[in-house]
């Protein structure tokens, strides 16, 4: 078992794919937020696999593991703490901006200022678009998570030829979910979420897919400009529109292009090529 379970595709495909399905199917009819705690626990076990449960030596990428997993708690409790739609966004985009710091300021410190400058810049930039991208879409359910799929796919596969194994799994890993919540989706008869319900629950996607790209571009030099791309996936994905009653076409449609712009960027990527990383 344990030989099984050390094998890649096990812990960053198959199990999270599995459990992000088979728990959205479970909880979909108790609560709107079914799709949340499905990705979360999806994600926490292929951690647990990947890089196990210990927070200790407190590196860049478990501050990011511990950044992704408590934004599924922030959304899953958001709405009992602040009321209103546009005070739920700005503290939600406060809470990616201090991630951000948090993450990444100790590399950032050591640029010289126009480097730091464009970088912070860049950084804030990348993650309030995906949050508006993201925010867009969150009140359909095909398209939310077809984009979430899609650009975690291609964040994760970037990260990978890119020379950091270990960041393209957990990006995999969060695509493999929220695939399961697609279909679980498509086989199911009721949706998961509501545009009164959803407001800043899209949060995980667009913070872990921020996270792990500029991780990917700092510590496994994949080129920036691969992100350009790969951030409009959310919003390439919401012009596509409804082009069938039939669930499974629909996620099929919704989903190809952001599909084709996650696997281009991977190949082009690949195709650059990119020295090691130590991170």
């Known amino acids: 078992m344990d030989q099984f379970l050390s094998r890649p595709e096990i ?13 959205s ?38 501050k990011i593991i511990i950044m992704i997993l408590a934004s599924f708690f922030v959304v899953g409790f958001i709405h009992h703490l602040i ?5 739920r966004r700005s503290a939600l985009s406060i809470y990616c901006l201090l991630g951000l710091l948090w993450v990444f ?18 950084a804030v930039g990348l993650v309030l678009w995906l949050l508006w991208a993201f925010d867009r879409i969150g009140n359909n359910d095909s398209q939310l998570h077809g984009a979430g799929f899609s650009l975690l796919l291609g964040t994760g596969l970037s990260a990978t030829v890119g020379a950091s194994a270990l960041l393209g799994q957990l990006a995999l ?9 697609l279909l679980a989706w498509v086989i199911s008869k009721t949706d ?23 991780a990917a571009v700092i510590f496994a030099r994949v080129p920036w400009y691969a ?3 790969l951030a409009s996936i959310p919003l390439v994905t919401g012009f596509v529109p409804k082009t069938s009653d039939i669930r499974f076409i629909n996620a099929l449609v919704t ?23 130590g991170y």
């Open 11 to 23: 812990q960053s495909a198959v199990l999270p794919f599995l459990i992000g399905l088979l728990l």
């Open 25 to 62: 199917i479970g909880l979909r009819k108790l609560t709107v937020s079914a799709w949340i705690w499905a990705v979360f626990a999806a994600f926490l076990v292929a951690v647990g696999l990947i890089n196990g449960l210990t927070l200790t030596p407190l590196t860049g990428t478990r």
């Open 83 to 87: 009321h209103g739609a546009n005070l």
């Open 105 to 122: 300021w100790k590399v950032m410190a050591r640029m010289d200022g126009v480097a730091m400058t464009l970088s912070l810049a860049g």
């Open 173 to 181: 890993s969060l695509s493999a979910a929220s695939g399961g919540v």
């Open 192 to 214: 998961g979420t509501s545009q009164n319900s959803l407001t800043g629950q899209v949060l995980p996607y667009a913070l872990a897919a921020a996270l792990l790209g500029l």
């Open 227 to 229: 992100l350009v791309p």
């Open 255 to 277: 989903s190809l292009p952001g599909l084709f712009i996650a696997l281009a960027v991977s190949f082009w990527v690949w195709q650059m090529g990119s020295s090691g990383s």
